[in-house]
């Protein structure tokens, strides 16, 4: 199993334009959640997904989008980048029952300029 | 307002010192708990977890922690340090049967050869 994967490690993106982060886990998890990580701050959910088709705003939503067309996928959409938006952004999934661990993606740094 | 809050930001020792990291957690349901490492360059990974039974939980490199409901704390320590675990650590609670993680800001901690 590969695991947890995103893409790109890192991108500098430009005040206004939009990037979509990609994550992608191979173990049949039900649960996906995506977090931003800032200096002295911990993790804070953006958005997180209980099974496909399924999405719910976490603590710090604005300024992003999420969807789940599939059990695989959970794909992390800035429409309109801004300077506060540059952090360090972890992916996880989870699986529903037994274990409650979560397991995280290598990160994706962006830097909004 | 539910918080977890890790007192350290910043944590130097020599190597072969013993280590004790704070966690407390304001919450006074069910919770399970969590130590996350993450060194450096390197994604999240899970030390170790306390869901119900012995408070006195063992993880992975000789890490340990104790759940103390009373004080509402979950400390992480290690009677004694080596150079690789240099690192920032992570406490995380899940509290009742929410999907969420509530993370502390993280303690670096840095050891000195």
Known sequence: NAGVTQTPKFRILKIGQSMTLQCTQDMNHNYMYWYRQDPGMGLKLIYYSVGAGITDKGEVPNGYNVSRSTTEDFPLRLELAAPSQTSVYFCASRPTSGVNEQFFGPGTRLTVL | ?113
């Open chain 2, 1 to 113: 307002a539910q918080s977890v809050s890790q007192h350290n930001h910043h944590v130097i020792l020599s190597e072969a010192a013993s280590l004790e990291l704070g966690c407390n957690y304001s919450y006074g349901g069910t919770v399970n708990l969590f130590w996350y490492v993450q060194y450096p360059g390197q994604h999240l990974q899970l030390l170790l977890k306390y869901f119900s039974g012995d408070p006195l939980v063992k993880g992975i490199k000789g890490f340990e922690a104790e759940f103390i409901k009373s004080k509402f704390s979950f400390n992480l320590r290690k009677p004694s340090v080596q150079w690789s675990d240099t690192a920032e650590y992570f406490c995380a609670v899940r509290m009742d049967s929410n999907y969420q993680l509530i993370w502390g800001a993280g303690t670096k901690l840095i050891i000195k050869p």
